[in-house]
């Protein structure tokens, strides 16, 4: 099973994951949240307290611990974990891989659901790892629900298999990573692929699938330049120059 360490770095990580993704226009607002696993059956969650400002104005003080079961751990008083939980906690408990979740909502996942839009791996090295999310697929769960039931969640576990990624119609998706910049990265690597989806549409183009002899042009360049340097330039792009 992948565990994280608690302790403020990893905190602080997922408060700066959220404030990426509403740097992105990936969530607005106190919609949307972050996760991580800190041990077989609690994780860190970005929880709302009494004064919140928003996800962009996320820092440690907001991330707290849950059990997999919904019950605060160290939940400050004023403060509650999102509704939407259970799509952290049924992930994380059916999948022993992955470590952390993002749900967010990005009006690229909004537009390709209602439209009914499929994507397709059709670029290569402009976003090589966008492109893999294309070649294995991204599943869609066909319910505008909001998933505060553990039941409801289970249902989009399954309809996502063994997918990282999966769109939720109507709503957004959600994410997941072996680390927190993993699954952050994802999340707006996803986002570029479902946008390219749209904008293709609108131009009325469909261009041809990547043939194996460009697919084997593009190397898998490995975590370290795919998640780590991906998500030091985004928490870079935070920092006022």
């Known amino acids: 099973m992948n565990i994280l360490e608690d302790g403020p770095e990893l905190r602080a990580n997922v408060a700066t994951a959220c404030r990426v993704l509403a740097a ?9 949240h972050v996760s991580a696993r800190v041990s077989s059956d609690e994780i860190v969650i970005r929880c709302r307290g009494p004064h919140d400002g928003g996800l962009c104005m996320s820092d440690a003080g907001d991330v707290w611990r849950v059990t997999l079961d919904g019950d605060p751990v160290d939940l400050p008083e004023g403060y509650a974990a999102p509704k939407e939980l259970p799509l952290h906690t049924e992930l994380l408990r059916a999948r022993p891989s992955l470590a952390a979740v993002v749900h967010a909502h990005p009006r690229s ?8 839009l499929n994507v397709r791996p059709v670029f290569g090295a402009y976003n090589i790892p966008a492109m893999r999310l ?19 969640a289970r249902e989009v576990v399954a309809a996502m298999a063994e997918s990282d990624a999966c769109l939720l119609l109507g709503h957004g998706v959600v994410v997941g990573g072996e680390t927190v910049e993993q699954a952050t990265v994802r999340t707006v690597d996803l986002d570029v692929l479902l946008d390219v989806t749209v904008r ?42």
């Not at 992105?24 to 949307?32: I, M, N, P, S, T």
């Open 134 to 152: 294309a070649l294995r697929g991204v599943p869609i769960f066909p319910k505008t629900a909001l998933v505060t039931r553990p039941e409801l």
């Open 109 to 116: 996942a909004l537009l390709c659901g209602l439209a009914g």
């Open 24 to 32: 992105r226009g990936l969530v607005e607002g106190a919609l949307g």
């Open 200 to 241: 293709l549409k609108e131009l009325g183009a469909e261009p041809e699938k990547l043939s194996a002899e460009d697919l084997a042009e593009l190397p898998d360049l490995g975590s370290a330049f795919n998640d780590q340097l991906a998500w030091r330039a985004l928490v870079a792009e935070l920092t006022p120059k």
